[in-house]
């Protein structure tokens, strides 16, 4: 229903399949910046067009030139689901396996929304 209003859902691996699986179409983040997610993981949404794509003023005539220099779709909506650092600090005292769950994107990406609230 959603495609049907012209909505896209960009999503990372395991989301994505999810998503997927539930019988709702979706896009891999990979098929939009042409880069796969690298180093085990680690980085997956911290990349030019998808944080573009969220920082995007829709009122900054710059911003706009930019995104279709760039081939930068705008992203209107963000939701994250963070690693559950907490959960995994009380059920393992590794110290290897906690600092894995310290999410970096999920948390670049609700900040870069937040910054970008107004849009």
Same mark, same amino acid.
């Given at each position: @229903?959603?495609?049907?209003?012209?909505?896209?859902?960009?999503?990372?691996?395991?989301?994505?399949?999810?998503?997927?699986?539930?019988?709702?179409? %979706?896009?891999?983040?990979?098929?939009? *910046?042409?880069?796969?997610?690298?180093?085990?993981?680690?980085?997956?949404?911290?990349?030019?067009?998808? @944080?573009?794509?969220?920082? %995007?003023?829709?009122?900054? +005539?710059?911003?706009?030139?930019?995104?279709? +220099?760039?081939?930068?779709?705008?992203?209107?909506?963000?939701?994250?689901?963070?690693?559950?650092?907490?959960? *995994?600090?009380?059920?393992?005292?590794? +110290?290897? +396996?906690?600092?894995?769950?310290?999410?970096?994107?999920?948390?670049?990406?609700?900040?870069?929304?937040?910054?970008?609230?107004?849009?």
């Amino acid at each position: @229903m959603l495609d049907k209003l012209g909505v896209r859902i960009l999503s990372t691996g395991g989301t994505y399949d999810f998503i997927v699986q539930n019988g709702f179409p %979706a896009e891999t983040v990979q098929s939009l *910046t042409g880069f796969p997610s690298i180093l085990g993981g680690r980085v997956k949404t911290l990349h030019p067009v998808i @944080m573009g794509g969220i920082l %995007a003023r829709l009122d900054n +005539e710059s911003d706009q030139h930019q995104l279709k +220099e760039y081939h930068i779709p705008p992203i209107d909506l963000v939701i994250v689901d963070l690693y559950p650092f907490e959960e *995994t600090v009380k059920l393992n005292s590794e +110290e290897g +396996e906690i600092i894995e769950k310290i999410d970096i994107g999920g948390i670049s990406l609700i900040r870069a929304a937040a910054k970008n609230y107004q849009e």
